[in-house]
């Protein structure tokens, strides 16, 4: 089975640069998502991270260490748009193909 | 591509109603999801159609849910016998082909409250 911890909260100025991590412990290691949460809206696809390293997406960047079961993601730049949950999934192997297990999310409130 | 729809966006019942949701995928999609998500937590797995075939139910998925997608295009999921603790939002999201890399696409849920 999957176990993936997130930090609840974080706040962060506008402008500045956020980190926010997620540890997870998998069976069977099949990549590592992000998703973005707006209050009251659908999750929305940020990243997909399979192999070690950075994948920078303009203002955002997610990092994977597979030997550690780390990841995280990184958001320049804040923007008050940024504030939302954000979404680490996991998946595993099911009839056939692979369903995302999330985290609880982590609740970013940027401020002026 | 007009994304993922949901009916109805609201949903409010009694407790021992019955209530059912509806769930269009983006067309080309053959995956659908049903998830459950509470305040505060991330989306719940709930079940998992390939085409209209039901690959996969959680062990949340109690004997008063039942989802169908006959026809391998839109899907409904059904709650009988509705309680308290069956508030929450309905996420459904579709995804297409077999790749571990195929992204989700969500719905804008239901929130079911159950007075």
């Known amino acids: 089975g999957q176990n993936i911890d997130q930090p609840t909260e974080m706040t962060a100025t506008e402008g500045a640069i956020v980190q926010i991590n997620c540890t997870y412990q998998?069976?069977?290691?099949?990549?590592l998502f992000w998703y973005q949460q707006h209050a009251g809206e659908a999750p929305t696809f940020l990243s997909y991270?399979?192999?070690?390293g950075l994948e920078e997406k303009g203002r955002f960047s997610s990092f994977l260490s597979r030997s550690k079961g780390y990841s995280y993601l990184l958001l320049k730049e804040l923007q008050m748009k940024d504030s939302a949950s954000y979404l680490c999934?996991?998946?595993?192997?099911?009839?056939?193909?692979?369903?995302?297990?999330f985290g609880r999310g982590t609740s970013l409130i940027v401020h002026p | 591509d007009t994304g993922v729809s949901q009916d109805p966006r609201h949903k409010i019942t009694k407790r021992g109603q019955n209530v059912t949701f509806r769930c269009d995928p983006i067309?080309?999609?053959?995956?659908l999801y049903w998830y459950r998500q509470t305040l505060g937590q991330g989306p719940e797995f709930l079940t998992y159609f390939q085409n209209e075939a039901q690959l996969e139910k959680s062990r949340l998925l109690s004997d008063r849910f039942s989802a169908e997608r006959p026809k391998g295009s839109f899907s409904t999921l059904e709650i009988q016998r509705t309680e308290q603790g069956d508030s929450a939002m309905y996420l459904c999201a579709s995804s297409l082909g077999q790749g571990i890399n195929q992204p989700q696409h969500f719905g804008d849920g239901t929130r079911l409250s159950i007075l």
């Open positions: 991270n399979v192999l070690d």
């Open positions: 999934a996991v998946p595993h192997p099911s009839g056939g193909s692979y369903i995302p297990t």
């Open positions: 067309s080309e999609h053959n995956r």
């Open positions: 998998t069976s069977g290691f099949n990549g």
